[in-house]
């Protein structure tokens, strides 16, 4: 379930990216490029969550 809420939350957050910078730009908004930002937050999300940061208790 956390993998999923971590999707959500990063395709949540590639829209306002997205959005944000090609309003800046003067730009136009790109499906494609939401597609590809989730993508790479889900798998830095879940490659940091799960093997490089570890709880030492």
Known sequence: ???VWTLIWAL???FMTAYV???MAGGSFG???VV???L???GAAVILGE???K???
């Open 12 to 14: 949540l957050l590639s």
């Open 55 to 57: 709880d030492e208790a």
């Open 40 to 42: 790479i937050f889900t």
């Open 36 to 38: 590809i930002m989730t």
């Open 51 to 53: 093997g490089l940061i």
């Open 31 to 33: 499906f494609f490029q």
């Open 21 to 23: 910078v090609s309003n």
């Open 1 to 3: 379930m956390k993998f």
